[in-house]
């Protein structure tokens, strides 16, 4: 019959490393908010908009919609662009996306 090794012993505990390091005061860490174009929760006149397609397809949606590209951000893996249209003629954002959800080429529309 074979037989088994003995149990090994308990590992010694682990010991906390020792108090006295540098004391950081809350004051010296940096924890700041980025900066912030606009006060409030959302751009007045921006929309942001996950488009099925590349940056002509972003063109054709704003040109459809009497918006303008501020910025876009396309994703080859996604096969999106994220696209942020400006909203020249002062309509309100809920109206825009509203409109812009009628469209089968957005996949997501949010204030911004």
């Known amino acids: 019959a074979s037989t088994l090794p003995p149990p090994a012993p308990p590992a010694p505990p682990v010991q906390a490393p020792a108090l006295g390091g540098p004391i950081i005061s809350p004051?010296?860490?940096?924890a700041t908010e980025p900066q912030r174009a606009i006060v409030g929760d959302f751009v007045p006149d921006e929309v942001l908009v996950t488009v099925d397609g590349d940056a002509a397809t972003v063109q054709q949606i704003?040109?459809?919609?009497g918006l303008e590209v501020r910025s876009e951000r396309q994703s080859r893996l996604l096969g999106t662009t994220l696209a942020r249209?400006?909203?020249?003629?002062?309509?309100?954002?809920?109206?825009?996306?509203?409109?812009?959800?009628a469209d089968g080429r957005t996949r997501r529309r949010e204030p911004n």
């Open 85 to 101: 249209f400006g909203i020249p003629d002062g309509r309100p954002v809920g109206v825009v996306l509203a409109q812009l959800a």
């Open 62 to 65: 704003a040109a459809s919609f």
């Open 27 to 30: 004051t010296d860490l940096i």
